[in-house]
Structures are given as structure tokens and as C-alpha cells.
């Protein structure tokens, strides 16, 4: 029977980040980078099970060449520190889940062998000592995080050198004790700036030389982290924006700068980017803005926090919109500047009703 391969990314820190960190943020976090490591399977390795912290994949009798398996691992690695680092640079939420993410680590065990597959639910998945002890392999005594541990067996099976170095790799030996079997193998430890990571658009930061066209302001008898929740997680967005049909948006992500969302309203799509400008040292800021408005060339509304305690906080909504036709601008002098401001006024009153009432049913 031909060799199979067996592939395993691990995301290093998951346990400490879920359970020391905001539970909804730091699962879209993780559930991002797993996506990401997905979409990096430039070398079509079957998914026999997402883990938790990990993906287990398989190559059914097939070993890909030393080479085409280096590339595999360094493509995974490239993807998901790139990926990190657009989490960094553009931000938004400042809970603790959202800021510790960047400190994640990646580590990946590849091993081979003859493999068994059982049935469970109509679903073909490998089983036997093979895949027991790759996943033992992940319980090594490597003093670091982010790793890639090749097995001995492997190496072998790909004429992988003992002591492979490159810009990325500089392997050296292991070996471990499993249930009394020792197991060999070689290691190199991956540093994330040995890596062309991917570039990404930054978030957009926008000046403007004037007052806003609208501002209102509100006490919030809540947390300013919990407001900000509120906010910037579209999927409460209906409790408080009145008048709007539906809104789309990824369930799946934590919202940073550059995201987008789409209020449907009669039938009418307007797409949102979330964007941010400056504000005063201690102050949190979400904004967003939409080309796609009627009779404004853009439109960006901007919600300011700022906290006043441990429990409460202070917001202030400013709306600032750009129009160079006369005639638009005088459609807003007359009808559109009433209603946005009429619009405005009933979000915020909205959003602290809404607030008010979640904070009143988390404390029964």
C-alpha cells in the first residue's frame, strides 16, 4: 500500500487567547485563521477534520516532493502571519481578544504512512497508528510556538537533508519518547520576518478641514468596550437603525477598517467601508462611509466613545457628507439635511434603548 501524507497546522496560544479573552471575538478570530490556512492548501490535501485549533489534512497515497511540501508549509505560514498583521494594522475593536491576537503562533507536523479509513456519517476519514501518532507528535519538546516538525520517516521518504537550511527553513534533529516507542525527527523554527508576507489595503483614515454638517450626543449608562460591541457587530445593527430592509455582511469577521456592509433600503443597496480619522487620547472611534447614497457624493458617519467610568460612557454621533452639483446641494438645504438629521437622531435613540435593554436582561 503507497504512503499517505498527514498534515496538521496548529494555531499555538489558542487555549490562553479563548480563555482569557472576549469569547465571540477571539472564536471569529480563530475561525478567520483557519480559513486563511484553508485557503493556503495550494497542494490539494484533503480536510479530514477542523480541530478546534487545527486542521487535520491528508494526501491519500501520494507524498508530495520534498520541494512541492516546503512550498505547502511555507505558503501556510506566509498566509497566516500576513494575515495577523492585517489584523494589527487595521483594528478597530479595542477589546483584549482583538488586541492579543497578533501574538498567535503557527506549528505544523507532517508525517507518513500506510493509512486505514473508517466511516462515520457517510464521511471517509483516515484512522489507525499513523494518524495517533502524528497527532502525538504535536506534543513535542521543542522549546518554541511556531515550528515546522517534519517526521524522520517523511524526511526520508522525500530526501529531505537532516540540516536543510534556506531564507525560511534551518531544520535540526529531534526525537521524543510515545508510549515507550522513541520517535525521530527534524525541526525548524519558522520566524515570521523570514516571510514575504502579503500586503493588504490599510484602512482608510480621513481629515476634514470643517465642523460636522450633524452631531449628537448621549450619555451610555454601559461599559465603552460593550458600546463599541454594540456598534461595530452589524448583527445588532436592526435592533437600532430603523427603516432598513435587510443587512449583509461576513457573520464571521471581527469589523476593522475596510470592512464592508450593505443596508438595503427599498430595494436600494448602499455599501458602507468602515474607515476612521483622528481623535483625542482616550476617546474610541468607528466610522464608515458610502459613495452610494442618494443626492451626497459621499457620506461618513463617525461614532465617537468616550468613557466616563467603569460603567458608563459618553457617545457622540457627527455625520459629514461631500456634494459639488448645485442642484444637490440645494436638495439638501431644502429636504435632505432634515431628514438625515431626523434619521441621525432616531439611531442614536434607538441605540441607547437597545443598549439599555441588554444591559438590563444581562443583569437578571
Excluded at 516571510?195 to 460636522?212: A, E, I, M, Q, W
Amino acid at each position: 500500500m503507497a504512503k499517505s501524507l498527514l498534515f496538521i497546522p496548529d494555531i499555538s496560544g489558542f487555549t490562553r487567547f479563548v480563555q482569557t479573552t472576549e469569547s465571540e471575538h477571539s472564536q471569529h478570530v480563530i475561525a478567520e485563521l483557519l480559513e486563511v490556512l484553508i485557503a493556503a492548501n495550494i497542494q490539494e490535501l484533503s480536510l479530514a477534520e477542523i480541530e478546534g485549533d487545527a486542521l487535520f489534512f491528508y494526501k491519500e497515497g501520494v507524498i508530495p516532493s520534498q520541494e512541492r511540501l516546503l512550498a505547502q508549509i511555507e505558503t501556510m505560514y506566509t498566509a497566516f502571519y500576513s494575515h495577523l498583521k492585517l489584523l494589527e494594522k487595521n483594528r478597530i475593536c479595542p477589546c483584549y481578544a482583538c488586541a492579543s491576537a497578533p501574538n498567535l503562533q503557527l506549528k505544523i507536523v507532517a508525517h507518513c504512512g500506510e493509512l486505514q479509513f473508517i466511516e462515520v456519517q457517510r464521511s471517509r476519514k483516515p484512522f489507525g497508528s499513523e494518524v495517533i501518532e502524528t497527532h502525538r507528535l504535536l506534543k513535542n519538546s521543542i522549546d518554541s510556538d511556531h515550528y515546522v516538525l517534519i517526521s524522520k520517516e517523511l524526511a526520508r521518504t522525500i530526501e529531505l537533508p537532516i540540516y536543510y537550511y534556506s531564507k525560511v527553513f534551518r531544520f535540526k534533529e529531534g526525537k521524543d519518547v510515545y508510549d515507550g516507542k522513541e520517535v525521530e525527527y527534524i525541526f525548524s523554527i519558522v520566524r515570521s520576518e523570514t516571510l514575504d508576507l502579503n500586503t493588504f489595503p490599510r484602512g482608510k483614515k480621513v481629515h476634514f478641514d470643517s465642523l460636522p454638517q450633524l452631531g449628537f450626543e448621549r450619555q451610555f449608562p454601559i461599559p465603552a468596550p460593550v458600546l463599541m460591541e454594540y456598534i461595530t457587530n452589524y448583527a445588532y445593527r436592526h435592533h437600532w437603525v430603523k427603516g432598513v430592509d435587510k443587512f449583509e455582511y461576513s457573520e464571521h469577521e471581527v469589523t476593522r477598517l475596510g470592512t464592508q456592509h450593505v443596508c438595503v433600503i427599498n430595494g436600494k443597496y448602499l455599501n458602507f467601508t468602515a474607515v476612521t480619522k483622528d481623535v483625542d487620547p482616550g476617546q474610541w472611534v468607528y466610522g464608515e462611509m458610502t459613495d452610494s447614497a442618494p443626492v451626497v457624493d459621499q457620506l461618513y458617519n463617525f461614532y465617537i466613545i468616550t468613557p466616563v467610568s467603569e460603567t458608563s460612557c459618553r457617545l457622540r454621533m457627527d455625520a459629514y457628507w461631500t456634494v459639488t452639483s448645485p442642484l444637490k446641494k440645494m436638495l439638501i438645504a431644502m429636504f435632505v439635511r432634515r431628514i438625515l438629521k431626523k434619521n441621525t437622531k432616531a439611531a442614536l435613540e434607538g441605540l441607547l434603548q437597545f443598549a439599555v435593554k441588554k444591559s438590563r436582561t444581562a443583569a437578571d
